[in-house]
């Protein structure tokens, strides 16, 4: 048997764009992916913190440095520039896989940059 368990997380980051002409997905900051061993095209939830709205997206590797978090396409609709998100991901794993794992939390600033 596979468990979904929650991997990873960047907590409380700002949406910089809200881009409804894109194909889909979410773009983050590609340190922010790092941090939080987000792969591209890996699938997230997005929980967005003002109005309750949650969705189901893929990752695209933004500007290193440059602090974005996008949402493209239909999830544009689904935030508002400088609205707060909370990204996350899962991964499968055993029942003695998910015992020893230890999740990763990321806690950006105000603009999404890392704090060192």
């Known amino acids: 048997m ?7 997380k960047i ?7 809200a881009n409804l002409n894109y194909v889909g997905s979410i773009t983050l900051d590609e340190e922010l992916m ?8 890996e699938k997230l939830q997005v929980v967005n913190v003002n109005n309750g ?4 997206t893929y990752a695209i590797k933004g ?5 974005d978090v996008c949402l493209n ?4 609709r689904k935030a508002e ?3 707060i998100v909370i990204i996350i991901s899962y991964a499968l794993m055993t029942p003695e896989e998910a ?18």
């Open 2 to 8: 596979l468990l979904q368990v929650f991997k990873s």
């Open 11 to 17: 907590h409380r980051a700002r949406v910089t764009e």
């Open 99 to 116: 015992q020893s794992f230890t999740p990763v939390t990321v806690y950006p600033d105000e603009t999404n940059r890392l704090n060192p």
């Open 81 to 83: 520039v400088g609205d």
């Open 53 to 56: 709205e949650r969705l189901d």
């Open 73 to 76: 396409g239909a999830a544009a």
């Open 63 to 67: 500007r290193r440095g440059s602090g």
């Open 34 to 41: 790092e941090a939080a061993r987000i792969y591209p095209g």
